[in-house]
């Protein structure tokens, strides 16, 4: 769990800030880096997208060289863990990055009402996402009441 305050806001823009190129030096995306776990025990867990997919080879020299970064620079005071990884499906699509990454896939959204909308992102805005839904029915959510988005996982037929 993420423990939001703007003393851990600042810490986590500066450093986001500091390890952007080294990401982007291995032609990856930051999506977003925070800090989760305990005070005793807190993790840094880095994001990273690219395309077609996030090899663990590639995380795990992302990993070394911002540890040596870390390590020089020293921003975190005392004992942390360094985790580097992709967001996965199931994390929830928030910013504009987000609905980029996820254009012409299969979303499921679930509004503040708790409706469940499903279908492929056609078209997105800063206010307003269209998807199309499997009746070809192109439906217009206000993103301002979304709950919750995620990318659905598709399964290629064989055959």
């Known amino acids: 769990m993420t423990v939001p305050n703007c003393e851990n806001e600042a810490l986590l823009n500066r450093i986001r800030q500091q390890i952007k190129d080294i990401v982007k030096d291995h032609g990856a995306e930051l999506v977003d880096i925070e800090v989760v776990g305990s005070r005793n025990q807190p993790t840094l867990r880095v994001l990273l997208h690219k395309q077609p997919s996030v090899e663990l080879k590639m995380c ?11 390590d020089i620079e020293d ?41 469940t909308h499903k ?16 009746k070809s029915i192109m439906e217009r959510i ?9 990318i659905e996982v598709e399964f290629k037929k064989r055959g």
């Open 60 to 70: 795990e020299k992302i990993s070394r060289e911002i540890a040596d970064f870390l």
């Open 75 to 115: 921003p975190l005071a005392g004992r942390y863990r360094l985790e580097v990884t992709s967001p996965g499906l199931d994390r929830h699509l928030v910013s504009n990055s987000d609905f980029t990454r996820a254009q012409n896939r299969l979303l499921k959204i679930i509004d503040n009402n708790g409706k």
């Open 119 to 134: 279908g492929r992102l056609i078209e997105w805005n800063d206010t307003i996402l269209f998807i199309e839904n499997r």
């Open 142 to 150: 206000k993103r301002i009441e979304i709950a919750k988005a995620t």
